[in-house]
């Protein structure tokens, strides 16, 4: 999800612009990185929910300390900075709560009981939760990592961030952080190998959904996966090609769509940049 190098420096005068309290800027700007946000977020913290209240958290952050961009990085790595720090110490989140780690993952796949629940499902609906328990499955398996690992495997492997720079980000050298996420990477793959049906292993999201929803892992009544709407399919498809390939196993993560921000933070976002205290922050 990293950008070209024209639109980086489109961003930097639209931060500069915005500094100078051009109010357009400023709602372009946050236009152009709120879906960035919102995909590391949802990334990072597994649920919808989590995502957008973080994102929306973290658009505030960028919004108020806007002045203190001085132009020595690129704008987008400044707010990958914000949003990474933010991210690795949130505290809110359901899964920071009920962590999770690969062995409680693989054993809660490997030995559930699903015949005893395969009755609750619709056979017309169980296409759509297996969808929806596919994306669901993809975001929570990434919270098996450490938050440290989970941001470094997301930034190299989805948003396909060069070394140098997530380097920036993360406060590491550039061999150390490519380093940590080859080490990341075989980790994820030799689960995915023995345990995720689309890397062939041995779970099959059709034939999990009852249990799923037995166990409250997808609500049928409130689908959020299947009904966020994907990013505009030039977009979705140069995302894909910078994907970093998983040996034999991308497909898992290439197939996860980047999305549109929620209609709940685009709101919340016009009335926080249409509020009097954003007035005043832009006055100092």
């Known amino acids: 999800m990293e950008m070209a190098k024209e639109d980086r420096k489109d961003e ?32 990072m913290l597994g649920t919808v929910q989590d995502a957008e209240d973080a994102a929306q958290d973290i658009l505030v952050r960028v919004m108020t300390n806007l002045a203190s961009f001085r132009g020595d990085s690129e704008f987008g790595t400044w707010v990958y900075r914000i949003a990474v720090n933010y991210l690795l110490n949130y505290k809110k989140s359901m899964f920071a709560h009920q962590p999770l780690d690969f062995e409680f993952y693989g054993n809660d796949i490997k030995f559930a009981v699903l015949d005893e629940t395969d009755a609750v499902i619709e056979e017309e609906s169980r296409e759509e939760l297996a969808e929806e328990l596919k994306m669901s499955c993809t975001n929570v398996m990434l919270q098996c990592l450490d938050p440290e ?76 996966y299947v009904r966020m709407h994907p990013l505009d399919k030039d977009v979705l498809s140069a995302c894909k090609e910078e994907m970093e390939k998983l040996d034999e196993l991308s497909l898992v993560f290439e ?14 976002m016009e009335m926080v940049l249409k509020s009097v205290q954003m007035k005043k922050i832009q006055e100092f």
Do not use: H, W
């Not at 720079?165 to 793959?189: C, F, H």
């Not at 689309?198 to 034939?207: D, N, T, V």
């Open 255 to 268: 197939e996860l769509p980047a999305y549109q921000t929620p209609e709940t933070i685009r709101d919340r």
């Open 149 to 224: 690992s989970r941001c470094i495997f997301i930034l190299g492997t989805m948003f396909k961030i060069d070394s140098r720079t997530a380097g920036q980000i993360l406060d590491m050298t550039p061999e150390n952080y490519r380093q940590k996420l080859s080490r990341i990477r075989k980790r994820v793959a030799a689960f995915l190998a023995e345990y995720c049906g689309l890397g062939g292993g041995m779970c099959s999201c059709r034939r999990r959904t009852a249990y799923a929803v037995k166990q409250y892992r997808i609500n049928p009544k409130k689908l959020e």
């Open 12 to 43: 930097n005068a639209l931060a500069a612009a915005a500094i100078e309290g051009d109010a357009q800027a400023l709602e372009a700007l946050m236009e152009g990185i709120r879906d960035r946000v919102f995909n590391l977020s949802l990334r």
